[in-house]
């Protein structure tokens, strides 16, 4: 089993900058890729970024160029810098590990 924690979300104004947390424990040796997920009341969930063990990275292309996934696998942690965010963005974002793990989520909030 893997537990998935995030940190980092709250209340952003347009433009601004978060930077989100992910930091797994358990069995993780396991988890061959992790990311972000996010869903916004009323849609569906959906991908923001994942990157793999080895350092690939997929991003949706609503990020593509405001955002940086990384990840220290010493930690088994992930990250996700996000900049000149937008109301738009406003969405509970979860972290995933492959496996079919999730985390509770944290509030992104954009909003002036």
């Known amino acids: 089993q893997v537990q998935l924690v995030e940190s980092g979300g709250g209340l952003v104004q347009p433009g601004g900058s978060l930077r989100l947390s992910c930091a797994a424990s358990?069995?993780?040796?396991?988890?061959?890729?992790m990311g972000w997920y996010r869903q916004a009341p009323g849609k569906e969930r959906e991908l923001v970024a994942l990157?793999?063990?080895?350092?690939?990275?997929n991003y949706a292309d609503f990020v593509k160029g405001r955002s940086t996934i990384s990840r220290d696998n010493t930690k088994n942690t992930v990250y996700l810098e996000m900049n000149n965010l937008k109301p738009e963005d406003t969405a509970v974002y979860y972290c995933?590990?492959?496996?079919?793990?999730w985390g509770k989520g944290t509030l992104v909030t954009v909003s002036s």
């Open positions: 990157i793999t063990r080895g350092g690939t990275i």
């Open positions: 358990g069995s993780t040796s396991s988890i061959n890729y």
């Open positions: 995933h590990a492959g496996g079919g793990y």
